[in-house]
């Protein structure tokens, strides 16, 4: 950033290094995935955020990591309760943001 000094970033966030997601073999958090959010927007330039994967109706997983990055992007807090919703089984048994891990 220091030396090509972009006028903006485009910010690809597939989130398949998720832990427990089955086409990664990575094991990070949603915490953790958006911590890369964070770090880009430091640099206050203009950002666009894309989510890359969720490659079945299922990849909830993916829903999660991406609605807490927008949250992270807009300095916004997401409440980790998930709102009822048309595909809110999906979400089960915890319907929550965060999925502690097992």
């Known amino acids: 950033m220091e030396i090509f000094k972009p006028g903006d970033v485009v910010l690809q966030c597939g989130a398949d290094s998720l832990s427990g997601y089955r086409l ?33 109706i299922r990849d909830v997983a993916l829903a999660r990591c991406w609605c807490y990055e ?6 916004a807090e997401v409440e980790d309760k998930m709102p009822h919703h048309e595909y809110y089984e999906y979400f089960g048994p915890d319907y929550t943001l965060h999925v502690c891990p097992e």
């Open 24 to 56: 990664g073999c990575f094991n990070l958090s949603i915490e953790v995935h958006a911590e890369c959010v964070r770090y880009i927007k430091s640099f206050n330039v203009p950002l666009l955020l894309l989510g890359g994967g969720g490659y079945t």
């Open 70 to 75: 927008t949250g992270v992007a807009l300095g």
